[in-house]
């Protein structure tokens, strides 16, 4: 894919995460063809994605949530836009399909936790979680609580140090990576977390792992 087209949220999640797909793409050899942004809440799309549409891209990179996002799907393929769309993270839901139906079957997706993975540990929080929340599958922000809490359990496990400052020594002289249900989890020298990216896609109604992983 070389021709990539960016539509995104005008909040700070989808514009800063818009700049750095854009450098990103530019980097690898692609070029930013188009770039539309909307407002969360927005209802309409279709000038956006008309001006999308003339440049002819073989990939639009969807920056936001998923409520405006199952709209964009719907009206890009009633503009005749079938072009493969990649969603954020903010994507990461089944409400997506609930919202979008047939119009968001095959969207790509970026996330930090793929439930349909054949991992124990994860297939053991997703049942637990489904039973918990009227058979809902987790969404990645649940999946990051949970492995959050876990860490912190982890190192006070070793340390034997409950208090606030005990669990930040312990998590700045952390130097093994930790296994969660979201992946091996380690932290820069800025403290920012590092963790391991997922692609999902919308198949048959359904976020299964993508055939091509990062």
């Known amino acids: 894919v070389k021709k990539i087209a960016i539509v995104h949220s005008d909040n700070d999640y989808g514009k800063g995460l818009a700049d750095a797909f854009e450098a990103a793409a530019k980097a690898a050899g692609g070029e930013i063809v188009?770039?539309?942004?909307?407002?969360?809440?927005?209802?309409?799309?279709?000038?956006?994605?008309?001006?999308?549409?003339?440049?002819?891209?073989?990939?639009?990179?969807?920056?936001?949530?998923?409520?405006?996002?199952?709209?964009?799907?719907?009206?890009?393929?009633?503009?005749?836009?079938?072009?493969?769309?990649?969603?954020?993270?903010?994507?990461?839901?089944?409400?997506?399909?609930?919202?979008?139906?047939?119009?968001?079957?095959?969207?790509?997706?970026?996330?930090?936790?793929?439930?349909?993975?054949?991992?124990?540990?994860?297939?053991?929080?997703?049942?637990?979680?489904?039973?918990?929340?009227?058979?809902d599958n987790p969404d990645w922000f649940a999946a990051a609580a949970y492995a959050v809490v876990m860490l912190m359990a982890s190192l006070v496990e070793k340390s034997g140090d409950f208090s606030r400052e005990g669990i930040n020594q312990a998590l700045s002289a952390m130097t093994d990576e930790y296994q969660g249900i979201t992946g091996r989890i380690?932290?820069?020298?800025?403290?920012?977390?590092?963790?391991?990216?997922?692609?999902?896609?919308?198949?048959d109604g359904r976020l299964v792992t993508a055939p091509k992983q990062p």
């Not at 380690?186 to 919308?202: H, M, S, T, W």
């Open 34 to 135: 188009a770039r539309e942004q909307y407002t969360d809440g927005d209802t309409d799309f279709k000038a956006q994605l008309t001006k999308v549409k003339d440049q002819a891209p073989e990939l639009i990179f969807l920056s936001g949530y998923y409520p405006e996002g199952s709209k964009i799907a719907a009206q890009a393929k009633e503009l005749g836009l079938n072009t493969q769309l990649l969603g954020s993270d903010g994507f990461g839901s089944d409400e997506l399909i609930k919202l979008g139906g047939a119009s968001v079957e095959g969207m790509l997706i970026s996330t930090f936790f793929d439930y349909s993975k054949d991992d124990p540990a994860i297939q053991k929080f997703v049942t637990t979680y489904k039973a918990n929340n009227n058979g």
């Open 186 to 203: 380690k932290f820069d020298e800025n403290g920012d977390v590092v963790k391991p990216l997922n692609i999902v896609i919308v198949k």
